[in-house]
T-cell receptor
Framework: ELKVEQNPLFLSMQEKKNYTIYCNYS?????LYWYRQDPGKSLESLFV?????AVKQEGRLMASLDTKARLSTLHITAAVHDLSATYFC???????????FGKGTRLHILP | GAVVSQHPSRVICKSGTSVKIECRSL??????MFWYRQFPKQSLMLMAT?????????EQGVEKDKFLINHASLTLSTLTVTSAHPEDSSFYIC????????????FGEGSWLTVV
């Protein structure tokens, strides 16, 4: 059974600081997704990582994938308040678009 | 770009009644859609895989007779919560994918169900 673990589950940080969210998963997979969710809203797709060594960046967010370590990271650079949200990673084990989510990381950025 | 739409966005129903939630892919055909449930401050839990023209595949622990899924066309899947109870109150989200978008999986806006 695929397990997806995120840490930390809650992160409170100051603006302008850097931090990393980690996503470990228990099976061999080369498809990993990062999503953002604002309170009361659905999911916003951030990154799709489809191969070992994949790195993608959008603004202050950068995601990477190491399939050998079964690890993905979401790095936040010089955080700003509007990045406050819950971030989920999700893994597609069988390449069938059925993705299993981690528990999410609630990010709170203090002004 | 691809859009997945859900309706209704919010619904309140009485205990014991049934409620239907629709998930539509607006500008692409989706042979497979997925239904998730999310309780407050928790993650998304996969309920079932909705297959066009065939029976849904349910995850372990999900009652197929309670959560009826129908995927009658390539652009529409429906989830019917039957004999709803207050503990069924949750945020229900569907997803679909199109290969045109580089394996991006799109999620609907979600449907808030409150059972009173």
């Amino acid at each position: 059974e695929l397990k997806v673990e995120q840490n930390p589950l809650f992160l409170s940080m100051q603006e302008k600081k850097n931090y990393t969210i980690y996503c470990n998963y228990s099976t061999t997979s080369d498809r990993l997704y990062w999503y953002r969710q604002d309170p009361g809203k659905s999911l916003e797709s951030l990154f799709v990582l489809l191969s070992n060594g994949a790195v993608k960046q959008e603004g202050r967010l950068m995601a990477s994938l190491d399939t050998k370590a079964r690890l993905s990271t979401l790095h936040i650079t010089a955080a700003v308040h509007d990045l406050s949200a819950t971030y989920f990673c999700a893994v597609d084990e069988d390449r069938d678009d059925k993705i299993i989510f981690g528990k999410g990381t609630r990010l709170h950025i203090l002004p | 770009g691809a859009v997945v739409s859900q309706h209704p966005s919010r619904v309140i129903c009485k205990s014991g009644t049934s409620v239907k939630i629709e998930c539509r892919s607006l500008d692409f055909q989706a042979t497979t859609m997925f239904w998730y449930r999310q309780f407050p401050k928790q993650s998304l839990m996969l309920m079932a895989t909705s297959n066009e023209g065939s029976k849904a595949t349910y995850e372990q622990g999900v009652e197929k007779d309670k959560f009826l899924i129908n995927h009658a066309s390539l652009t529409l899947s429906t989830l019917t919560v039957t004999s709803a109870h207050p503990e069924d109150s949750s945020f229900y989200i569907c997803s679909a994918t199109t290969r045109r978008s580089g394996n991006t999986i799109y999620f609907g806006e979600g449907s808030w169900l409150t059972v009173v």
